[in-house]
């Protein structure tokens, strides 16, 4: 901070931070305590759960006394109504928050997010483990029937030999390999080992045209760039 830093940023979404504890943050935070500098995080959780993961940032805020920038608060069709109060939360004026979406319709999502709850909770090869164990491909099924006839798109793939499947949708690709939806998307995890990213088409457009125009919305996009290859999605 000496030279120069606006201030620190965190991905509590991901497989690698998802369970740092609460004692932990706090000591990371402390380093940043009563000097308004800047808090950019994604949350812990999204959905249902937006509202506890909301709450503890702006506990956060209010401890040390920070300015917070929440990342990618994209509202998911599914749950509009806690999107909505979330952003109520927000609008308070007794905490310093904003909030950056970006305005596109779907969310680039790590292949690891479509397996069960309690199985995203695990280290990251722990869910190979599990996404090829037979002892558990029943249970992995029936969670990805949820998706069925959901936009999903073959991102990007880290196997060189899995381009071709880039820019298909996940049911092509099960039609492709002969398999119904689900038995396709389990097989299209177990040969990549979970190292992909799919893009979902799970963003309600209306509510996001109310949190762009909204005086805490930061316009951003959405990760790293893909280089010059384009994906039709």
């Given at each position: 901070f000496k030279d120069g830093a606006f201030g620190m940023s965190l991905d509590l979404s991901s497989v690698y931070d998802h369970k740092t504890p609460t004692h932990e943050m706090k000591e990371l935070l402390k380093i940043l305590g009563n000097s308004k500098r800047i808090l950019s995080t994604h949350i812990r959780n999204v959905g249902e759960s937006i509202l506890d993961s909301l709450k503890e940032i702006s506990d956060f805020t209010r401890e040390y006394n920070l300015n917070a920038e929440i990342s990618h608060f994209q509202p998911i069709e599914e749950f509009i109504n806690f999107y909505e109060k979330a952003l109520e939360m927000i609008e308070d004026k007794?905490?310093?928050?904003?909030?950056?979406?970006?305005?596109?319709?779907?969310?680039?999502?790590?292949?690891?997010?479509?397996?069960?709850?309690?199985?995203r909770e695990k280290t990251k090869e722990a869910m190979v483990e599990f996404s090829n164990n037979p002892d558990y491909e029943r249970q992995i099924l029936e969670f990805l029937e949820n998706f069925q006839g959901k936009e999903i798109i073959i991102g990007r793939l880290s196997d060189s030999s899995l381009k071709i499947s880039e820019g298909k949708s996940v049911r092509e690709?099960?039609?492709?390999?002969?398999?119904?939806?689900?038995?396709?998307?389990?097989?299209?995890?177990?040969?990549?080992?979970?190292?992909?990213?799919?893009?979902?088409?799970?963003?309600?457009?209306k509510t996001l045209e109310k949190f762009i125009c909204h005086d805490k919305a930061i316009i951003s996009s959405n990760g790293a760039s893909l280089g010059e290859r384009e994906f039709k999605h």
């Open positions: 007794s905490i310093n928050i904003n909030f950056d979406v970006y305005p596109f319709d779907v969310t680039a999502i790590p292949l690891y997010s479509f397996l069960p709850t309690w199985m690709f099960a039609e492709n390999s002969g398999l119904g939806f689900s038995k396709g998307f389990l097989r299209l995890m177990r040969i990549t080992r979970l190292k992909g990213v799919l893009f979902y088409r799970n963003v309600d457009m």
